[in-house]
């Protein structure tokens, strides 16, 4: 839960440990520059940030929180370190990220919407056009494509991506995954190219043993940052994990089957076990064969035939 409280924002000039190693989080580097982030593995990043932007009083207070975020992270004090990132986040001028995760809703929702009265209406006038004895083509009509959400222009995007990534790592900590998933979902919003908010995002994803969209995540992160050894180790351990919930997922579903189709063979006399298939592999198709059981002097009482 957010915490409330009445405490004024922390002095601007308060500095932050220049031998502390991120660990992945975007703790400013030290010295006079304001808009200098470090970033995993040590290196760091450059923030366009306009001349307007610097001197605005808001965004001097955010990053004045964020400062103090990053020093109450530092000393393991995450629901402190959360709270400061969310007064950042609400100071930060402009829209907020829940808007913004609102409109994007509101916009892919619109589109199911109109995607599916396009097809409708398409397949409506088909109908009309068979009884009015016309030709028609009976393929299936083609859904229109699904419009892409664009994010508004935001002056301070690229900090209030900030903002929530790193709140999200606190809520990693604090073990409230679906909550960092959606600061996640702002921070990628504001900044596609966010390395570490998919790597976060597929830190809560795996929590959840949501495997197949944490692997999707670190394959982003991976996409984005291709020589990095770390994302490289997550996407392979990552992709063991999802192959083993696949082959336990195939296993699971074929035992499902087996027992359906032994409660109908069973009232034949017979069982799933009277069937054996064999996969060539040269071709991979498979060579299936029955056995009724009962062996006799013409070499056995089998058929098969192949798919």
């Known amino acids: 839960l957010k915490r409330v409280g009445t405490c004024s ?78 007064r950042a986040i609400e100071t930060c001028p402009g829209m907020k990220g829940d808007e913004l995760l609102k409109q994007k809703e509101e916009f892919e929702e619109q589109e199911r919407e109109r995607v599916h009265e396009e097809f409708r209406s398409a397949e409506e006038e088909k109908r009309q056009r068979r009884r009015a004895g016309e030709k028609v083509d009976e393929k299936p009509s083609t859904p229109s494509q699904v419009k892409k959400f664009q994010v508004p222009p935001h002056e301070h995007g690229n900090k209030l991506a900030i903002y929530h990534s790193n709140r999200a790592a ?67 351990r990552l992709q063991k994990l999802e192959d083993e919930r696949l082959e336990k997922l195939k296993e699971e579903t074929m035992g499902k089957l087996k027992d359906l189709g032994n409660s109908i063979l069973g009232n034949f006399g017979l069982s799933m076990d009277n069937f054996k298939a064999v996969q060539d592999p040269n071709t991979g198709s498979y060579s299936i064969s029955f056995d009724n059981g009962r062996n006799n002097n013409n070499g056995g009482g089998g058929n098969s035939a192949s798919v």
């Not at 495997?211 to 394959?219: G, R, V």
């Open 9 to 86: 924002p922390p002095s601007a000039t308060m500095t932050s440990s220049s031998s502390f190693t991120s660990e992945g989080f975007d703790l400013d580097a030290a010295g006079n520059s304001e808009n200098v982030v470090l970033e995993l593995g040590g290196g760091v990043s450059k923030l366009e940030v306009s001349k307007e932007e610097e001197k605005d009083p808001l965004v001097e207070t955010c990053e004045s929180w964020k400062k103090d975020g990053n020093e109450q992270f530092k000393a393991a004090k995450y629901l402190d370190a959360y709270d400061s990132y969310t």
């Open 170 to 236: 606190c809520l990693l900590h604090l073990r409230r995954y679906e909550e960092a998933i959606a600061d996640c979902n702002i921070a990628i919003l504001l900044n596609p190219k966010y390395t570490k908010a998919f790597l976060r995002r597929a830190n809560a994803n795996e929590a959840l043993e949501r495997t197949e969209d944490a692997l999707q995540d670190a394959k982003e992160a991976l996409a984005l940052d291709p020589t990095n050894s770390g994302t490289k180790k997550t996407v392979a």
